[in-house]
């Protein structure tokens, strides 16, 4: 079955930058795009990217744009999420996604159990 | 971007009443090719994550059950709980993943038992 499990919870300073792992298991790793989501606490769902483990290629959400970079490692069926420049808002549950269809297009249909990031000084 | 709300921000039902939240869109999610809308409905219960109920505005996904069920075409979608159980209570979000990112949310709706 797919399975998606993430790094364990970090707390960083302001400022510092932040490196998330979302390893998969279950299926073809370079098949399905993944997605990366976050939750600030109390809040709604907020879409950062998109990452190809195929070949690499990424998308981002403009809000992220040079604070964000997506990786993967088709050794170990690993993606990354590392966010840089942290500041309080930064706060929040990130979610790794597969996609449901081994498209682009593809709405998340299976999600990791979440990674608590904590930006405080 | 697309953006998407949603109506209402939370809503009461009684146990085995209809439950109806309502998802809009700034801009179409029909890809014409296709005919397929890019809309996707998620429910959420406290310190879990997201799961998909709902893909192409409403193919229902694996093992949901059936009192879920989604309509609507274009910019405008509903989600519907046609008789609501205890375990329903939850945040429900749309999502657009229509063409180019980013796929966004709507800001959710909270159902909650009267």
């Known amino acids: 079955q797919v399975q998606l499990v993430q790094s364990g919870a970090e707390v960083k300073k302001p400022g510092a930058s932040v490196k998330v792992s979302c390893k998969a298991s279950g299926y073809t790793f370079t098949s399905y795009y993944m997605h990366w989501v976050r939750q600030a606490p109390g809040q709604g769902l907020e879409w950062m990217g998109i990452i190809n483990p195929s070949g690499g290629s990424t998308s981002y959400a403009q809000k992220f744009q040079g604070r964000v970079t997506m990786t993967r490692d088709t050794s170990t069926s690993t993606v990354y999420m590392e966010l840089s420049s942290l500041r309080s808002e930064d706060t929040a549950v990130y979610y790794c996604a597969r996609g449901r269809d081994m498209v682009q297009g593809a709405c998340p249909g299976y999600w990791g159990q979440g990674t608590l990031v904590t930006v405080s000084s | 971007d697309i953006v998407m709300t949603q109506s209402p921000d939370s809503l009461a039902v009684s146990l085995g009443e209809r439950a109806t939240i309502n998802c809009k869109s700034s801009q179409s999610v029909l890809y014409s090719s296709n005919n397929k809308n890019y809309l996707a409905w998620y429910q959420q219960k406290p310190g879990q994550p997201p799961k998909l109920l709902i893909y192409?505005?409403?193919t229902r996904e694996s093992g949901v059950p059936d009192r879920f069920s989604g309509s609507g075409s274009g910019t405008d979608f509903t989600l519907t709980i046609s008789s609501l159980q205890a375990e329903d209570v939850a945040v429900y979000y749309c999502?657009?993943?229509?063409?180019?990112?980013?796929?966004?949310f709507g800001p959710g709706t909270k159902v909650d038992i009267k």
């Open positions: 192409w505005a409403s």
């Open positions: 999502q657009q993943y229509y063409s180019t990112p980013p796929f966004t």
